[in-house]
């Protein structure tokens, strides 16, 4: 009797446990599959970021400790998001294999280079939250399985070459926050969206036609812009006067009227949470930047208000509007456009030129002198720049993701590599750096030091840099 119960319950533990390891291994495998497909078959790089059959997407083995390259996990074996942004990616898009990770929320592969269509079996993810595929070569249809994606919050098919119509039904994502298909080659009418819930949505430039649908004036010209749909930039218009524009005295627009602001050639330079930048070109050679603002709920009378108490600031680091517009539904601000771009451009651009940790620190000291505004938010700001500086990250959430991941890591890898590789900079100065940023980010104002105390601070650690760099033999 004993014999038979150590054969037969072995059995039966096969059949009433659940099979977790072999479903895992399905996962594994079909991620695997994924990665071969988009990356065209590069083996060598596959193995490099860790994406290997004998390993665990959320594990890996001996060879590449730790999740995955790209790729982020709710527990063990249980993937959640996968982002492959800037990967060089030259394959097409296995959207059953990806599809099999039943917990995957995430997914971007923005700015490769994969082409094909997106498969129908996208549809599969059913608890995909974000989807963001921009900056590639896909082409074809939006497949009618799209609308399955009941879950979705984000989408981005931007910068693509998809074709044809959207499909019809894109109503039953309703919780749907941001949508963005501009730069494509789509047609047909723009669907019926659930505009009460959007907050971003852009389709510009693209090739649809037809009545606009109802979004209540939640989103402007740029939204819409470049199709053949019966809105126009006249639409905006409608109901501005040529007084209606604000100029403040500079000699750069004297006789700016709207109607020559609104008529003007004009690039799109960039968008943000908050609006969108561009480019006005003038028949004279003017040029002017123009930032569209939304979500500002201010009076017409307020809004002129700050906009009169900006343009009495002087200040080396303040840029001053020369016009400003205001309506219920949009608000313009209109200055001088700088031929070198933002701050943000120079430390994130993708063409940006190196800047050394030489010409950033002297950059930092002097941002601490006493000409400086003591308000705590220019504390707040210039940490901001000095972590994004220091790691070669982006700020999220307001500043804080950064500062507790840096805390939590705390090592050098911390750092951005090329400061150190390209710039021949000291980690021990760029710790003492990243130690007054931390204290300058710190998220209880009055805990946060003064101007002059950060001044203070840079200074000493200069003045160690210099003095080891002399007493070296």
């Known amino acids: 009797m004993d014999r038979i119960l150590i054969w037969v319950l072995p059995i039966l533990m096969f059949f009433i446990l659940p099979k977790s390891n072999s479903e895992d291994e399905n996962v594994t495998k ?107 070569r896909f082409a074809g ?30 109503s039953r994502i309703s919780g749907l926050l941001t949508f963005f298909a501009e730069n494509n080659q789509l047609s047909g009418e723009i669907p019926d969206f659930e505009f009460s819930f959007l907050k971003d949505f852009n389709v510009a430039n693209n090739n649809f036609s037809g009545p606009i649908p109802d979004f209540k004036g939640k989103f402007g010209a740029d939204s819409f812009s ?135 620190f002297k950059s930092n000291a002097s941002g601490g002198d006493g000409a400086y505004s003591t308000f705590k938010v220019d504390v707040y700001g210039f940490s901001v720049v000095l972590l994004e500086l220091l790691t070669g990250k982006l700020v999220e959430n307001n500043g804080f993701d950064l500062a507790s991941w840096v805390r939590e890591e705390w090592t050098a890898e911390v750092f951005d590599r090329a400061l150190i590789s390209e710039g021949g900079a000291s980690e021990e100065r760029m710790v003492s750096l990243l130690q007054v940023a931390l204290k300058c980010i710190n998220p209880s104002p009055n805990e946060r030091p003064a101007i002059n105390q950060i001044s203070a601070m840079i200074n000493t650690i200069k003045e160690d840099e210099e003095r080891s760099i002399i007493s070296e033999p």
């Open 226 to 360: 470049g199709n053949r749909s019966e809105y126009s930039i006249a639409s905006v218009e409608a109901g501005m006067t040529s007084s209606s524009l604000e100029v403040l005295p500079s000699p750069v627009v004297n006789g700016l009227k709207l109607e020559d602001l609104l008529r003007a050639p004009a690039e799109l330079l960039g968008r943000g949470n908050h609006g969108s930048l561009y480019k006005i070109m003038f028949d004279n050679a003017t040029i002017l930047a123009v930032k569209r603002i939304k979500d500002w709920g201010i009076s017409a009378v307020d809004f002129k208000r700050r906009m009169e108490m900006i343009d009495q600031v002087r200040h080396p680091r303040v840029l001053p509007p020369v016009a400003f517009y205001c309506s219920e539904q949009e608000k313009l601000l209109v200055y001088e456009y700088q031929q070198n771009g933002s701050l943000f451009k120079l430390l994130h651009g993708h063409d940006q030129s190196f800047l050394s940790q030489s010409d950033s």
């Open 30 to 136: 079909a991620l695997v599959q994924f990665m071969e497909k988009l990356s065209a078959g590069n083996s060598q790089n596959n193995q490099n970021w860790g994406w290997d059959r004998s390993s665990d997407p959320c594990i890996g083995n001996v060879n590449f400790n730790g999740t995955w390259k790209g790729v982020d996990c709710l527990k063990s074996q249980n993937v959640k998001k996968i982002v492959l942004d800037k990967f060089n990616l030259t394959g097409t898009f296995d959207a059953a294999s990806v599809c099999t990770a039943k917990f995957l929320v995430f997914l971007s592969l923005k700015e490769n280079n994969i082409s094909g269509f997106m498969p129908k079996e996208i549809g599969n993810c059913g608890r995909l939250r974000h989807l963001y595929v921009s900056g590639n």
């Open 141 to 170: 249809d939006i497949p009618d399985t799209f609308p399955q994606l009941r879950n979705l919050k984000s989408i981005d098919i931007s910068e693509n070459n998809f074709s044809g119509e959207l499909p019809t039904d894109m």
